[in-house]
């Protein structure tokens, strides 16, 4: 069975530290590339960042760039997001995706999508 | 603030056809995805691509685009499809990702 799982979230003070962890399992982890999506209470889906297979190519979103770290350790079948000056406004429900992209040879579309999320693990950062 | 922009809420009747759509520029040159969520679960892919859906999604789920808008259409929607949806692509500032602001779906 094709599965994420999230491990990691906690209470946190602000100005804090954690780190997140994801273990996949039933599918080539080597292959795909991984994300990391929060929803706040009450609020939407917000990406926050992204990791391609092998690791050459990380991308942030705006709101934690400089604060948080995306990697992953494909030997273990596992994504991590270190976390550090954690902010009130970082509380939130934290989801692991799969990643897949494509390429429409006959609209020259490009398309991404997240197949597979895990339960999520929820963060708080509250003094 | 998203660069998708969605409707907040849209509403339909058990049995009728409802549209549910996502503006932003990067759709001119990108596909969206499609994601449910209902409460208290994770997001589920729905749609991705031109028009492709996952195994196990329904057909009466379908996508489309056109100029900057990409539109997620449920044909015969049922009391199950009530949900949030978010779209997802990329968005005009470089970022790789980013998802609309999601629309409640309400069946009636």
């Known amino acids: 069975e094709v599965q994420l799982v999230e491990s990691g979230g906690g209470l946190v003070k602000p100005g804090g530290s954690l780190r997140l962890s994801c273990a996949a399992s039933?599918?080539?982890?080597?292959?795909?590339?991984m994300n990391w999506v929060r929803q706040a209470p009450g609020k939407g889906l917000e990406w926050v960042s992204s990791i391609s297979s092998s690791s050459s190519y990380i991308y942030y979103a705006d709101s934690v760039k400089g604060r948080f770290t995306i990697s992953r350790d494909n030997a273990k079948n596992s994504l991590y997001l270190q976390m550090h000056s954690l902010r009130a406004e970082d509380t939130a429900v934290y989801y692991c995706a799969r990643g897949d992209e494509n390429y429409d040879l006959l609209t020259a579309f490009y398309y991404y999508y997240m197949d597979v999320w895990g339960k999520g693990t929820t963060v708080t950062v509250s003094s | 603030s998203s660069e998708l922009t969605q409707d907040p809420a849209v509403s339909v009747a058990l049995g009728q056809t409802v549209r549910i759509t996502c503006q932003g520029d990067?759709?001119?040159?990108?596909?969206a995805s499609w994601y449910q969520q209902k409460p208290g679960q994770a997001p589920l892919l729905v749609i991705y691509?031109?028009?492709n859906r996952p195994s196990g999604i329904p057909d009466r789920f379908s996508g489309s685009s056109s100029g900057n808008t990409a539109s997620l259409t449920i044909t015969g929607a049922q009391a199950e499809d009530e949900a949030d949806y978010y779209c997802?692509?990329?968005?005009?500032?470089?970022?790789?990702?980013?998802f609309g602001g999601g629309t409640k779906l309400t069946v009636l």
């Open positions: 039933g599918f080539t982890f080597s292959a795909y590339s």
């Open positions: 990067s759709l001119r040159r990108y596909y």
């Open positions: 997802n692509s990329r968005d005009s500032s470089g970022n790789p990702r980013v």
């Open positions: 691509g031109k028009n």
